[in-house]
């Protein structure tokens, strides 16, 4: 060490020596010269590749490149210098005089984009803007409709105002027949007096239980964002489904969610569950815990860097919480509304709303090991909760397991499995954990078609291990319900990155998941199937709709599983929507 200490700081000194001519040749800045000195270097100097890629700044497989370059130039001009591209734009400075008598004429990009398309003249916008900046011209103030060019523009839909409803007798048309399927089980579960009772915003144009279902029809659609309302706004009868003349734009909904707070939305489901819980659709037996990461792709300082699965990468992301029932798969609770550092405790903020909700404690938890502490683990055991787990493969735990003996391994087999790997080996033991108090239960667990075994952890002490391993493996439920919850519901299409507005686009995700669970259970053979085949198959479905003096008749469009829907008992069966001035509606086929 001592020698290349030495040897550096003469280096050191002699490069401080050199002359300001010597650094030209030694320390060249240039890249062509750079280049040069390492080319010359390497064939004349023969220095090692690795030596003349440190000396000027290059990876040995970069330098390798330039050498193959040089080798295989057939005119030997590597060196020459590279001539450099026009410092004006023909088509640009053509147009120039044109542009600026147009911008005097208080006309926006846009506007002359347009008028030297029509003279045939081919400019793109940038260099309109670039003649722009060069000139000097500032940004046009904000121009009301009547101040701009006469131009083919979009037709203005009616406001959103129940007042101006009408039940006249009269045919509509609708993309969206199928909707009117989910609005009854929606009326069935008298979501419109949840709002009502928790005094949410309405406003005499648009009623408070109006208000939530146009923003949670376009949940139930599949629609990304929120600004997609506006394809809608001429869909007659789309809008007949939340009780209204034309859904809302996009500005009302926007605004709306802003209004709704995270305490808002506790609230919310307090009483959406119990709603379920007595309909028999919540068992609240065991449930599944994870978070997600939902990425975010503006420039709020606010929001912070989380990993994302999806990308595997960390960014600017919301870190959400979701809780499953297993029995049912519908999410039960959730939280937008978390910053870093509060993510291991929030299994606690789970077990205190689930007492409020039920009384009771949540009995069975089940969740990945990331999720929590093993402190905390040591505290839910104290609240008499069983859990399972995973614990990190750690080397020391990895060299535990490589130090057992072949025979003490133990062969079992999965019952009511349909997968390659019904029959593992495990070891069953007690053992001791860092910051958890007294002993757990650690089973080991190879030949699950995985590379390294896998280490479950609990305090169950009383369940065999191939029903341990079962429910365990039923964690992915959760996993595969957020991941429908992401392609459908586009829940990583946040509209803003303030936590609380997020945190109601999570609350209408979970009713609409809940929604379309529900309705699945109705039809034969799709009772797993998740919320987009049952969109494409029965909801996305053209209608007529009849508005009558008795009743509004909603006629689908033949479609291949239409006998499933009459199995369902949903066709020709008549009910009534309450924020649809009680109107009875019946469902009928083509």
Known sequence: ???????????????????????FFLEPEQPKQRQYEALRAYFVENLPTKDVAATFGYTPGAFHVLCHKFRNDPEQ????????????????DRSRDRVITL?????????????????????????????????????????????RPERPRPDKAKYADIRQLSLAPREVETRFGGVFLLMRILAEMKIHQIQKSLNWYGSKMIPVENAFLSSLVLKLIGRERKSHVMDLVF????????????????????????????????????????????????????????????????????????????????????????????????????????????????????????????????????????????????????MNITFVTLRRRTPNVLKEIASVSPSGWRKIELKNVERKYRTPKVIDRETEIRD???????????????????????????????????????????????????????????????????????????????????????LRGYEHSGARVVFRKFIDTPAKIFIRHKEIEVRLNKRANNPILIHSGFINSPFRLPWLQNKTVCITLR
């Open 103 to 147: 911008r005097k004429k208080n006309n926006s990009v846009q506007d002359i984009h347009l008028a030297l398309k029509h003279e045939g003249i081919s400019l793109s916008p940038a260099s309109i803007w670039k003649i722009f900046r060069e000139e000097g011209f500032a940004k046009l103030p904000r121009r009301k409709d009547e101040q």
């Open 235 to 382: 869909d007659e009868g789309a809008a007949l489904g939340v009780g209204l003349n034309v859904l809302p734009k996009t500005a009302y909904i926007s605004e709306y969610s802003e209004r709704i707070t995270h305490q808002d939305n506790i609230q919310f489901l307090h009483k959406w569950l119990r709603t379920l819980r007595r309909a028999s659709v919540i068992s609240g037996e065991s449930f599944n815990l994870d978070f997600q990461s939902l990425p975010y792709f503006g420039e709020e300082d606010v929001v912070e860097k989380h990993y994302v699965s999806m990308r595997s990468r960390r960014q600017k992301a919301i870190l959400v919480f979701f809780a499953q029932d297993v029995k049912s798969k519908i999410f039960c609770y959730s939280n937008a509304d978390l910053r870093r550092g509060e993510e291991a405790d929030e299994i606690f903020r789970f077990i205190e709303f689930w007492k409020k909700q039920s009384g009771r404690k949540p009995p069975h938890l089940v969740f990945d090991s990331k999720l929590t502490t093993y402190k905390n683990l040591s505290k839910i055991n104290e």
């Open 1 to 23: 060490m001592a020698m290349k200490t030495t040897k550096t700081e003469s280096q050191i000194k002699f490069t401080n020596s050199l002359s300001k001519e010597a650094r």
């Open 77 to 92: 001009k590597f060196f020459v210098e590279t001539k450099r591209g026009p410092k004006y734009s023909p088509k640009r």
């Open 436 to 522: 958890y108090g007294g002993s757990i239960r650690q089973v080991f667990v190879k030949d699950l078609g995985h590379e390294l075994p896998t280490i479950i952890i609990t305090n169950d002490k009383k369940t065999s291990c191939p029903d341990l391993i079962s429910r365990y493996a039923l964690r992915m439920l959760i996993e595969n319900s957020i991941a429908n919850a992401v392609d459908f519901f586009h829940t990583t299409a946040l509209s803003s990155s303030v936590a609380i507005r997020i945190d109601l686009d999570v609350l209408l995700t979970l009713v609409g998941q809940a929604t379309y669970q529900m309705f699945a259970q109705h």
